[in-house]
């Protein structure tokens, strides 16, 4: 069973930036795609980006293109999103998971904790 544990989030302020790490432990973590879903209370959790087992591919959903970028650390365990030019809609507690494959975005472990963004003035 592999552990997820997301930090990195905070309160910023429209036009501001975030990096978010995800470590994993517990698997063979350079085996998987990972991917980042982003949740809003209310609504479901929905996909953001992913990235191949290599770190030579990645995938992401149109509102983030341009914006986000996904990478990984396969020494660390470690996958990361950079995000810039952050909206108030960017707002939303954010996940990871491992993935079978980076365009196909099905989670297939359990959820961590996650990590809350906050973007307001």
């Known amino acids: 069973q592999v552990q997820l544990v997301e930090s990195g989030g905070g309160l910023v302020r429209p036009g501001g930036s975030l990096r978010l790490s995800c470590a994993a432990s517990?698997?063979?973590?350079?085996?998987?795609?990972m991917g980042w879903f982003r949740q809003v209370p209310g609504k479901e959790r929905e996909f953001v980006a992913a990235?191949?087992?290599?770190?030579?591919?990645?995938y992401y959903t149109d509102s983030v293109k341009g914006r986000f970028t996904i990478s990984r650390d396969n020494a660390k365990n470690t996958v990361y999103l950079q995000m810039n030019s952050l909206k108030p809609e960017d707002t939303a507690v954010y996940y990871c998971?491992?993935?079978?494959?980076?365009?196909?975005?099905?989670?297939?472990?359990?959820w961590g904790q996650g990590t809350q963004v906050t973007v307001s003035s």
């Open positions: 998971n491992l993935l079978n494959y980076h365009l196909d975005p099905r989670p297939l472990s359990s």
């Open positions: 517990g698997r063979t973590f350079s085996s998987y795609a």
């Open positions: 990235i191949s087992w290599s770190g030579s591919s990645t």
